[in-house]
């Protein structure tokens, strides 16, 4: 293989740049792919982190309200406050199609809230399929890249007549830096979506918690503008009465 092969190649991986350049239009395509899929990714993940803090953070505030509040209309605007919390964001939705009238029924309030709490969970899991999607794919692509590069390395050295590293270190560096990127993307990728996977689980098991709570209050007339002799919100009159009845 000779010294000097060796020192060339050595010199030729020693950069990135060195690497990509004798990686040929299939091998750089395939590393852009990978670096497009890990930014896009990290992204993302860096993204749904901030997002989930922060509607953590609200619902704490928001809950504390919650509980002490006893007026539909005064819930309503402090729930506009908190527009990243799940359960102000339910409660906003319920409030007002109460306050219009849409429903107007224990069940239809029930539907209501099975329906907006799909929803939001729903809004949650926005890009996460990118995630699955750049998990599922990296690895192929690297091992193409590898495949690609070893091919390379074996024309090379039938083309030049010698299996020196100066001839197939090249085509060897290419396959080994599209594997590395290929897992680069994939890890970050599968760690991030069961992240967000799992956190989005919890929340619907929180949010379907507080949703059984809201509608009892609603059901029993917890709040003033279902009480009998209150004015307030425009309530739909049957939803009104029949909690006046239950009492």
């Known amino acids: 293989m000779g010294h000097e092969g060796t020192f ?3 010199q030729i991986s020693g950069k990135l740049s060195d690497v990509i350049f004798h990686g040929g239009m299939v091998g750089n395509g395939i590393l852009l792919i990978l670096t497009v899929l890990s930014v896009v990714s990290w992204t993302i993940m860096i993204e749904k982190f901030r997002f989930f803090r922060r509607s953590r953070r609200e619902t704490g505030r928001f ?17 506009a406050t908190f527009p990243l919390s799940a ?19 224990p069940s239809g309030l029930e539907k209501l809230l099975e329906a907006e709490s799909i929803a939001i969970l ?18 192929l692509l690297g ?3 590898t495949v690609w590069g ?19 270190g090249p085509g060897i560096a290419v396959a080994l830096i599209t594997t590395i990127f290929g897992l680069g993307a ?25 949703a059984l709570r809201f509608r009892n209050r609603i059901v029993e007339g917890s709040y003033v503008e279902l009480q ?10 049957d939803l009104v009465s029949h909690t006046l009845g239950t009492k």
Do not use: H
């Open 87 to 105: 359960e102000a964001t339910l409660v906003s939705s319920v409030t007002a199609a109460i306050e219009t009238g849409e429903i107007r029924t």
């Open 143 to 145: 091992l193409f890249g």
């Open 150 to 168: 070893i091919m390379a390395a074996f024309l090379s050295m039938g083309a030049q007549g010698s299996a020196s590293l100066f001839v197939v």
């Open 8 to 10: 060339f190649f050595l």
């Open 122 to 139: 729903s809004a949650w899991e926005t890009y996460i399929q990118f995630l699955a999607t750049t998990a599922s794919i990296s690895p």
């Open 228 to 237: 009998k002799g209150t004015a307030g919100l425009a309530l739909g009159g």
């Open 63 to 79: 809950l504390e309200l919650f509980n002490s509040e006893r007026s539909l209309k005064g819930l309503l605007e402090r729930a």
């Open 186 to 210: 994939a890890i970050p990728a599968v760690v991030g979506y069961n992240y967000v996977q799992r956190s989005i689980r919890g929340k619907e098991d929180e949010l379907n918690s507080f």
